[in-house]
């Protein structure tokens, strides 16, 4: 049974034509055969709180695990989990044991893939997996002295590279990655921190750290490394015109302004904020399970965390990540960037671990957050509280990111296009989002179950996710 | 009347708790001022029922007490077991060097051994902030946290506000609540950065009602400023790198001790230019209250942070903050099994 879909009075995103409105879609034999906007009495009652359907999501930053941590995700269960949060594309972060940096480990990598998706689709036909596209080192083993193999990774299809876990330490290794790289028309995505500032940091530096008595990782040490990435950038464009800088996960306002500031002039930058930064603030690691927007006053001042009763205990390893959480008026920066588009993508920084590694002290837990099937739910939570636009938010996680991927060369994004053009293969989310879903161990698709909203309802279920006209999850309350 | 007027009968049997809820000791942020006083009440009775050095009372009796400490400590270590053989429980100690943790045993799988082995109250002491919430989801007696990085130390606050309730009157002696430390200035001097005991502190005394400074060189203030300004949970307090506004009119004065590994990470110049610029000396008290008190949670480098003859002066409280901490770790251990038994009792 192929993929034959009719979607009947939804409200359609469209974010590569900037429009939204009740339609039709029509799906046969996977591939898009119509999209009709619909007007007058047909248009009658559809409205953007229930059945949503727009392009599958584009995640710029995912950690899949394998090779080497299978007990925190394996490639099958992070496209799974993927698949679940309305993901049609996924980029894997390179940071695998061993990392992915050079054609041999990223033709494993695609074998690996290749095998999960003979799998699913061993479940019936017109079954598979979101597409896989990766990131490679920017040096050999990730160790920050020799430049990988960019041209041979270029060649068999890489991304771009990423030291990610990790910033490029050196400066000058940085500015040769992004010379080279660039020549490649690739881009170098950098996880900026100054090592030096951050050294033994357990949560972001402000008052939550220190009632709490955790080292602080200050905002400094994002913003010093994002300047010294904008100023090696401009350095290196003048001369290479393909040079192109990422930065993944920006988390304080200090960051966005710089950020503002290079687009203005026009350097080639481009930047992700994560979920759980623009809606989760520090206050959760105290046990404060409110929104961040929620954690401000009307002057955009943050609440007392300890002004209530919080609603979980402190120092729930599920909150330790990196970059930590912020306060809650730097989630409002992150949230300003999405609005604004300083900040091109929403990515997740899906990075999953094993219960026993987090099951530990909380200086002593890995960093990271299980976030692939809830970035959905946050953002949406946002857009309900009125903080992101329906459209905006969709943008983000689909058209934004998919031109990071493509640079200005305007080079395709890969395997899932994903735009809603007539006769491609079908690559769409739909969910409900006047539908909700619990987070709990069960209903996560992810090996890691490392989430700060376990417990918590989220609106927006997806009902059905497809990528290049193969259904990759379907709602067991959907049918066929 | 509060159980600060009972015999020391009442103390013997079961301490009467009608309001004390907690079943784990592993901060006081969550204190009020009623618990606080409730304690020192309970407190008081120990002191009274054992003034005779060889008194043993049965509240803990067939009870066990695992005291399990993953950082080298001495006072606070045999202040506890002195309080839980007291109290009549059988204790057992256990340090991180002398267990199965030196072969990479995780702390959960080190408590869930305790556990099975029939322990039912667990003083824990470790280096990483927050290790003792890890503990009450997989152990069903009681936590009470030893200190734990540089987060909290329970007791060490319970047992400083406890000295100061002995030693000094209450200004408003008539109002309702009974003494307190309202009108009083409390100056807090020191390591605040990495200081469990400062953290503490803060909690209990503003709890008090004290007029709380906390001082100490910029590095080492870092994020006090943040809460001082912010006051969590809306108790207010004054963070400041100036010693000398800080000892003005003090009631008290409490230092914290300087590590010498501190200097490493760029936080100090040196010891002696810290003993010169923030040292509690004669000299410097001098701008204090006439009668002002003075303490330290040990151990102390006399002559960095404190000058010896202030340690050892008429205002020192720091040998009874000690004596203090066996009535003080008394009352925590009954009145959280006391909270254990009521939460599984009939009823």
Known sequence: MTLDLDLSRVWLVDPDRHREGPADVVVRHGVIRAVRWLRGADASGVHDGGVVVAPAFVDLHAHLREPGNDAAETVATGLAAAAHGGFGLVCAMPNTEPAIDDAGALARLEAAVAAAAARASSGGEGHGLPAVRAWGAVTVDRAGDHLAPMAELAAAGIAGFSEDGAPVRSATVFRNALAYAGALGLPIVDHPEDLGLTEGAEAGEGLVATVLGLKGWPAAGEVSAVARDLAILEDVAADVPGARLHLTHLSVAGSFRLVREAKARGLPVTCDVTPHHLALSDEWVAGARRWAWDALDPEGRRLDPWGRPREAGPYDTSTRVNPPLRSPEDAAACRAAVRDGTADAIATDHAPHGTVAKSVEYGLAPNGISGIETALGVVLAAVAAGQLTLARAIEALTAGPRRVLAGPAGRPSGVADGRLALGTPASLVVFDRSATWTVSPATLRSKGKNSPLLGRSLAGRVLLTTSNGLVTYRDEALTP | ?347
């Open chain 2, 1 to 347: 009347m509060s159980p600060a007027g009972g015999a020391p009968a009442s103390a013997t049997a079961r301490p009467a708790s009608p309001r004390w809820r907690q079943r784990h000791l592993l901060d006081v942020d969550s204190l009020d001022w009623d618990d606080l006083r409730q304690l020192m009440a309970v407190a008081d009775d120990f002191a009274t029922a054992t003034r005779d050095p060889a008194s043993k009372l049965d509240v803990l009796r067939g009870v066990n007490v695992t005291i399990l400490f993953y950082e080298a400590s001495t006072r606070t270590r045999v202040s506890f077991e002195v309080a839980a053989k007291k109290l009549g429980a059988d204790v057992v100690s256990v340090t991180a060097s002398g267990s199965s943790v030196t072969k990479g045993e995780s702390l959960i799988d080190t408590v869930r051994t305790l556990a099975a082995t029939g322990t039912r109250m667990l003083v824990m002491r470790h280096a990483t902030s927050g290790a003792p919430y890890l503990v009450p989801g997989i152990f069903g007696g009681n936590v009470i946290n030893g200190g734990d990085g540089w987060h909290a130390h329970p007791t060490q606050a319970l047992l400083d506000l406890y000295t100061l309730r002995q030693v000094l009157p209450a200004l408003d002696a008539g109002a309702a609540d009974g003494w307190s430390l309202r009108g009083r200035k409390v100056a807090i001097v020191g390591d605040l950065l990495h200081s469990r005991v400062a953290r503490s502190n803060v909690w209990t005394l503003t709890a008090a009602g004290a007029d709380l400074w906390v001082c100490a060189p910029g590095p080492l203030l870092r994020g006090f400023e943040a809460w001082a300004a912010a006051g969590a949970a809306g108790r207010r307090f004054t963070a400041t790198t100036d010693v000398d506004a800080a000892l003005r009119d003090a009631d008290v004065v409490m230092t914290l001790r300087i590590q010498k590994e501190r200097m490493a990470g760029g936080l100090l110049p040196s010891l002696a230019e810290y003993a010169a610029t923030y040292g509690i000396t004669r000299e410097r008290l001098a701008a204090a209250s006439p009668e002002v008190l003075v303490m330290h949670p040990g151990p102390m480098n006399e002559g960095v942070e404190i000058a010896p003859d202030v340690a050892d002066g008429p205002g020192s409280l720091i040998t009874s903050q000690v004596h203090n901490g066996v009535a003080v770790r008394m009352a925590v251990l009954s009145l959280l099994h006391a909270a254990e038994a009521g939460a599984e009792g009939p009823g």
